[in-house]
């Protein structure tokens, strides 16, 4: 009896859902030919009223008339569109792309400028520990798990095409690689650093000391707001500046009488500004002059400060920006290491070789000799000389180490390096150099 219940209800269920979806089918068909009704009308009406002759515009309206009246004029949704309540539904995110997508709300003004302050109070508030990585790194991955185990909480920079932060880092650390981890605004290295910290028992030391402070520096001004600046450019004041961005960032406009160097070129141009000159350094929102500045201030510049907020705070001040052509300054520049070669004033003793001519490996040797006198002046200065290739009595070298891009490169190669060769051995012509310009 009870399995004679269960094959009724069951036939009466499948009766009841076979009914409601005829019903539903026999609703999408009618509005499916209402539909077409309606944009075949749309297209009867449009044609006739656009027609040349008189008659058919008039039975055209006449059309439209009729339609309206009895509600062919319009296709109704097939169900109410519900309002909005104004909420957004949590979506899962990375922490890096949410802080990405507030600042595109801050630069596109979608969010105030007091949520603005309240968000770098967050940043300020952070984790002692952060950690600069790109995506998909697996060294990252393992540095972020030892965090996690051992509950220590960190913030995580995904630097993956970010090439502002990217050069930053590239200067702060000296390093191209990531992870880059800091534990209180010092950099500590990667992951290996990280796991030698932890495996020695140093890792909750590092946690427990406060920042570095660098006491010699205190008294130094790091930024400089535009308003301090802007009126002494607009008085004809000759300030020293420096626009740290892209060759085609500056494409875009420069501030009047800024020098163009490059993040990545700082150390090695450095040599072309005054030591005792205040330089005034920006990018486009101040993050890669800050650390511009602390390039500079390892080579001995105490009065190298950023521009707060950057060529953006500059031209929402009303601050005007110029092409690159017309940005040069107007003030002579001092290079303070002018092309004086380390060699000058060596005295050169006769070797004794005479009219002898060397040829093939015996030249060879002869020439690394040299070389081998002159490589301790160099590599004094952080640099080194390398042979590359000797042909028709021409010496082809290169210098490597901070010698690469140091202005004083050429003078070392002209001045020191082809003048002791040819000192010593008479028969050589000259020196070449990929680091030699022509002439």
């Given at each position: 009896?009870?399995n004679?219940d269960?094959?009724?209800d069951?036939?009466?269920t499948?009766?009841?859902?076979?009914?409601?979806?005829?019903t539903?089918?026999i609703?999408?068909?009618?509005?499916?030919f209402?539909?077409?009704t309606?944009r075949t009308?749309?297209?009867?009406?449009?044609?006739g009223?656009s027609?040349?002759?008189?008659?058919?515009?008039?039975?055209?309206?006449a059309?439209?008339?009729v339609r309206?009246?009895v509600?062919?004029d319009?296709?109704?949704?097939?169900?109410?569109?519900?309002?909005?309540s104004g909420?957004v539904?949590?979506?899962p995110?990375?922490?890096?792309?949410?802080?990405?997508?507030?600042?595109h709300?801050?630069?596109?003004?979608i969010?105030?400028?007091e949520?603005?302050?309240?968000?770098e109070?967050?940043?300020?508030?952070?984790?002692?520990?952060?950690?600069?990585?790109k995506?998909g790194?697996?060294?990252?991955?393992a540095a972020?798990?030892?965090?996690?185990?051992?509950e220590?909480?960190?913030?995580?920079?995904?630097?993956?095409?970010?090439?502002?932060?990217?050069?930053?880092l590239?200067?702060?650390?000296g390093?191209?690689?990531?992870?880059?981890i800091?534990?209180?605004?010092?950099?500590?290295?990667?992951?290996?650093e990280?796991r030698?910290?932890?495996?020695?028992?140093?890792?909750?030391?590092?946690?427990?000391?406060?920042?570095?402070?660098?006491s010699?520096?205190?008294?130094?001004?790091?930024?400089i707001?535009v308003?301090?600046?802007?009126?002494?450019?607009?008085?004809?004041?000759?300030?020293?500046?420096?626009?740290?961005?892209t060759?085609?960032?500056?494409?875009q406009?420069?501030?009047?009488?800024?020098?163009?160097?490059?993040?990545?070129?700082?150390?090695a141009?450095?040599?072309e500004?005054?030591?005792?000159?205040?330089?005034?350094?920006?990018c486009?929102?101040?993050?890669?002059s800050?650390?511009?500045?602390?390039?500079?201030?390892?080579?001995g510049?105490r009065?190298?400060?950023?521009?707060?907020?950057?060529?953006e705070?500059?031209?929402a001040a009303?601050?005007?920006v110029?092409?690159?052509e017309?940005a040069?300054?107007?003030?002579?520049?001092?290079?303070l290491?002018?092309?004086?070669?380390?060699?000058?004033?060596?005295?050169?003793?006769?070797?004794g070789?005479?009219?002898?001519v060397l040829?093939?490996?015996?030249?060879?040797?002869?020439?690394?000799?040299?070389?081998?006198?002159c490589?301790?002046?160099?590599?004094?200065?952080?640099?080194?000389i390398?042979?590359l290739?000797?042909?028709?009595?021409?010496?082809?070298?290169?210098?490597?180490?901070?010698?690469v891009?140091?202005?004083s490169?050429?003078?070392?190669?002209?001045?020191?390096?082809?003048?002791?060769?040819?000192a010593r051995?008479?028969?050589?012509s000259?020196?070449?150099?990929?680091?030699l310009?022509?002439?």
């Open positions: 009896m009870r004679a269960h094959v009724h069951s036939r009466e499948g009766l009841t859902l076979t009914e409601c979806a005829a539903d089918a609703a999408m068909l009618g509005t499916l209402r539909r077409v309606v009308l749309d297209v009867v009406v449009d044609r009223r027609s040349d002759h008189a008659p058919v515009r008039a039975a055209a309206t059309l439209d008339r309206g009246a509600g062919l319009d296709v109704a949704p097939q169900s109410p569109v519900p309002p909005w909420s539904a949590e979506q995110m990375w922490e890096t792309d949410r802080r990405k997508l507030h600042k709300q801050l630069d596109h003004g969010i105030k400028d949520q603005e302050a309240e968000a109070a967050e940043v300020d508030a952070g984790p002692v520990v952060k950690v600069y990585y995506r790194c697996p060294y990252a991955r972020m798990d030892l965090l996690r185990e051992r220590i909480a960190f913030e995580d920079n995904d630097v993956k095409g970010e090439d502002a932060t990217l050069s930053w590239k200067i702060v650390t390093q191209s690689t990531t992870p880059q800091f534990i209180n605004g010092e950099s500590i290295g990667g992951f290996d990280l030698e910290l932890d495996q020695s028992g140093k890792l909750q030391e590092r946690l427990a000391q406060a920042p570095a402070a660098a010699d520096d205190e008294d130094l001004v790091d930024e707001e308003s301090d600046v802007l009126p002494r450019i607009e008085a004809g004041t000759a300030v020293r500046l420096i626009d740290v961005r060759t085609a960032e500056v494409q406009g420069m501030i009047t009488g800024s020098l163009h160097v490059p993040l990545d070129q700082i150390d141009r450095h040599g500004l005054d030591l005792a000159d205040v330089w005034i350094v920006y486009k929102s101040g993050q890669r800050r650390a511009a500045v602390s390039a500079l201030r390892g080579h510049f009065s190298a400060v950023s521009l707060q907020g950057g060529i705070a500059w031209s009303g601050g005007k110029v092409s690159p017309q040069k300054p107007r003030h002579k520049l001092t290079v290491h002018p092309e004086r070669s380390p060699f000058e004033g060596l005295a050169l003793a006769d070797d070789m005479g009219g002898e040829e093939g490996e015996a030249l060879v040797d002869r020439v690394k000799e040299v070389l081998d006198e490589r301790p002046m160099v590599q004094a200065d952080g640099g080194d390398e042979l290739d000797v042909q028709d009595n021409v010496v082809h070298v290169q210098l490597t180490g901070n010698c891009g140091c202005p490169s050429q003078a070392t190669l002209r001045q020191g390096i082809e003048r002791r060769l040819k051995i008479p028969q050589l000259g020196i070449a150099s990929p680091q310009t022509p002439g």
